[in-house]
């Protein structure tokens, strides 16, 4: 059974700096994409980026990029989501994910996501 | 503002069939598949069909999907109070490089 279990809730005050965690069981971690979804206060799905455990290779969506960080280890099978200094705007919930990368004729691929953490909700006030 | 657009909310009464709108463009839908999810109250998203219109397994035939141009459609039939959730389509958008999500809607089975 695929399970992926995410760090606990986190409140923390403006500047400081959050690394969330999402641990893996049921698949070969090295050989799936997993990623990062962010959901607002009362607002929709908004994917964050991936990463490719097996050789770190990291997508970012580039509303994101430079805003936090994703990385894996490999060696416990564990994805993180981090951040080096916090802003309020960062309140909201936080998902791993683990995303299939599709290649469709044409050349285009997409992602879809097959299996989701419990969530992390991440408070960020002074 | 979401890049897909899905209309805020459906209703329909339990044992009816309801179906939900995703539209997009040619950046996106048009020219790649789609996926849709479930956020039922309190829980995390379930994956409810991929490649526009097949499901994983033990998501049962009354959820299906099609895609047509630029929009796609999500079908439930057969509902149920347990079907009250709020449904996501998904899919790459080759313009911003990323996953893009429409902005949701909440069903309700009166």
């Known amino acids: 059974e695929v399970q992926l279990v995410q760090s606990g809730v986190e409140v923390k005050k403006p500047g400081e700096s959050l690394k969330i965690s999402c641990k893996v069981s049921g698949y070969t971690f090295n050989s799936h994409w997993i990623g990062w979804v962010r959901q607002m206060p009362g607002k929709g799905l908004e994917w964050m980026g991936v990463?490719?455990?097996?050789?770190?290779?990291?997508r970012y969506n580039p509303s994101f990029q430079g805003q936090v960080t994703i990385t894996a280890d490999k060696s416990i099978s564990t994805a993180y989501l981090q951040w080096s200094s916090l802003k309020a705007s960062d309140t909201a919930m936080y998902y791993c994910?683990?995303?299939?990368?599709?290649?469709?004729?044409?050349?285009?691929?997409?992602?879809?996501?097959?299996?989701w953490g419990n969530g992390t909700a991440v408070t960020v006030s002074s | 503002q979401s890049v897909l657009t899905q209309p805020p909310s459906v209703s329909a009464a339990p044992g009816q069939k309801v179906t939900i709108s995703c539209s997009g463009s040619?950046?996106?839908?048009?020219?790649?598949?789609v996926s849709w999810y479930q956020r039922l109250p309190g829980a995390a998203p379930k994956l409810l069909i991929y490649?526009?219109?097949k499901r994983p397994s033990g998501i049962p035939d009354r959820f299906s999907g099609s895609k047509s141009g630029a929009s796609a459609t999500l079908g439930i039939t057969g509902l149920q109070t347990g079907d009250e959730a709020d449904y996501y389509c998904g899919t790459w958008d080759s313009s911003l490089s990323a996953v893009v999500f429409g902005g949701g809607t909440q069903l309700t089975v009166l």
């Open positions: 990463i490719y455990p097996g050789d770190s290779d990291t």
């Open positions: 490649d526009n219109h």
């Open positions: 040619t950046s996106n839908i048009e020219n790649n598949h």
């Open positions: 994910a683990r995303n299939q990368k599709m290649w469709i004729p044409g050349g285009n691929y997409y992602y879809y996501m097959d299996d």
